[in-house]
Nanobody
Framework: QPQFVESGGGLVQPGGSLRLSCAAS????????MGWYRQAPGKQRELVAG???????QYADSVKGRFTISRDNAKNTVYLQMNSLKSEDTAVYYC??????????WGQGTQVTVSS
């Protein structure tokens, strides 16, 4: 069973930045596609950004140009740099692999709150 430990969330003002980290274990990390997902209150969880094993990236339209996903295979860690944050980015953020997400297996997530 893959394990993910997310960190780096917090309270930030609109326009601010945060960097999320996710430490993964029990997976072949360097071969795995990794994604950052988020779930806002009352809404379905959505994919925000993804990065493949060859470092190809994809982003939801709502975060393009503001968020950057990256990975460090030596540390089994995936990052999400979030700039120009908006109130609508407020959510619990999770990292996962597509397969584990389909099985609905998640870590504890990290809360991001964007508010003045």
């Amino acid at each position: 069973q893959p394990q993910f430990v997310e960190s780096g969330g917090g309270l930030v003002q609109p326009g601010g930045s945060l960097r999320l980290s996710c430490a993964a274990s029990r997976i072949m990390f360097k071969l795995s596609t990794m994604g950052w997902y988020r779930q806002a209150p009352g809404k379905q969880r959505e994919l925000v950004a993804g990065i493949s094993s060859d470092n190809s990236t994809q982003y939801a339209d709502s975060v393009k140009g503001r968020f950057t996903i990256s990975r460090d295979n030596a540390k089994n860690t995936v990052y999400l740099q979030m700039n120009s944050l908006k109130s609508e980015d407020t959510a619990v953020y999770y990292c996962n692999t597509p397969a584990s997400a389909q099985r609905d297996t998640w870590g504890q997530g990290t809360q991001v709150t964007v508010s003045s």
